[in-house]
Nanobody
Framework: QVQLVESGGDLVQPGGSLRLSCAAS????????MGWYRQAPGKQRELVAS???????TYADSVEGRFAISRDNAKNTVYLQMNSLKPEDTAVYYC???????????????WGQGTQVTVSS
């Protein structure tokens, strides 16, 4: 069993900051890429940022320069620091991890349950 548990979502004023966390737990051999997606009401889920086990990060154009993704491999945790938040950042944010449960396993994608971020005055 593998679980991804997000935390840190909240109501924040425009221009404010939030830090999201996502911890992966359970039977995990290795984690390849980790990332954050978001889904606003009436819109499709979109990639916000991703970070591989090694290499450079990727950001959506809409968050480039405002958000920063990082990970702590020892804790199987990925973070999303969100600064200069805008009302259009309002969405449910989902954690994603591509991981292997055992040494012989093929990589598989797992999702968290989502955490609500609301940017409003």
């Amino acid at each position: 069993q593998v679980q991804l548990v997000e935390s840190g979502g909240d109501l924040v004023q425009p221009g404010g900051s939030l830090r999201l966390s996502c911890a992966a737990s359970g039977s995990i051999f290795s984690i390849d890429a980790m990332g954050w997606y978001r889904q606003a009401p009436g819109k499709q889920r979109e990639l916000v940022a991703s970070i591989p086990s090694g290499g450079s990060t990727t950001y959506a154009d809409s968050v480039e320069g405002r958000f920063a993704i990082s990970r702590d491999n020892a804790k199987n945790t990925v973070y999303l620091q969100m600064n200069s938040l805008k009302p259009e950042d309002t969405a449910v944010y989902y954690c994603n991890a591509n991981l292997r449960r055992f040494i012989i396993s093929s990589p598989r994608e797992y999702w968290g349950q989502g955490t609500q971020v609301t940017v409003s005055s």
